[in-house]
């Protein structure tokens, strides 16, 4: 346990269904973020949350809209996803935002299937 | 932009040493990082370096060579538990971190 737990572990859904990916920080940490992990590829920073404000965003396309309700919940919510967009999602949180030396404490990812 | 370079596989045997190397090109570096992931788990923090020069935390080292946009992450005394994938990661002043694509570093009998 990391102290950033992400659920569903695994999900699999169709290209016209609605999801949610929950995180939830146990850290007392002020920020949060989302990152994709494909195969063999680095990972991608997609959102950033610093005190439920987001601050960063990949252009990141629309059929993914992050959510913030308080420092201690992400959301990710998923909407007419494409094949391509089949990954793991890694959530994390950190309390050195704005210093160069963050560290980042990860979960264990939701790894999902577009079919 | 940034962008990070470091081998896709290294296989070693037990008790063996393993170096990682990592280099990238970026503006606005801060400092480097190492993660650790095992298959199915979550990335954790190894390492970092802000300031040029060797960072020891028991058999993993980690070193940064800011004139050289280079650094490594030197794995001794191998074990099999050490079989993972390993990112280096580059930050700015802001914190923002860019990865690597990973090492997956294979450990045999």
């Known amino acids: 346990e990391t102290g950033v737990t992400q659920t569903p572990r695994h999900l699999v859904m169709g290209m016209t269904n609605k999801k949610s990916l929950k995180c939830e920080q146990h850290l007392g940490h002020n920020a949060m973020y989302w990152y994709k992990q494909s195969a063999k590829k680095p990972l991608e920073l997609m959102f950033v949350y610093s005190l439920e404000e987001r601050v960063e965003n990949n252009s990141v396309p629309s059929r993914f809209s992050p959510e913030c309700p308080n420092s201690s919940h992400l959301f990710l919510h998923l909407h007419t996803l494409q094949p391509e967009d089949s990954a793991l999602y890694l959530c994390a949180s950190s309390q050195d935002w704005r210093t160069g030396a963050n560290v980042l404490t990860f979960g264990a990812g939701s790894r999902l299937t577009v079919l | 932009g940034q962008s990070l370079e470091q081998p896709s596989e290294v296989t070693a045997v037990e008790g063996a040493i393993v170096q990682i190397n990592c280099t990238y090109q970026t503006s606005g570096f801060y400092g480097l990082s190492w993660y650790q992931q095992h298959d199915g788990g979550a990335p954790t923090f190894l390492s970092y370096n802000g300031l040029d020069g060797l960072e020891e935390t028991g058999r993993f080292s980690s070193f940064l060579s800011r004139s050289d946009s280079y650094g490594y992450l030197l794995l001794q005394e191998l074990q099999m538990k050490d079989s993972a994938s390993y990112f280096c990661?580059?930050?700015?002043?802001?914190?923002?971190?860019?990865f690597g694509a990973g090492t997956q570093v294979v450990v045999t009998p």
């Open positions: 990661a580059v930050s700015d002043s802001w914190g923002k971190l860019q």
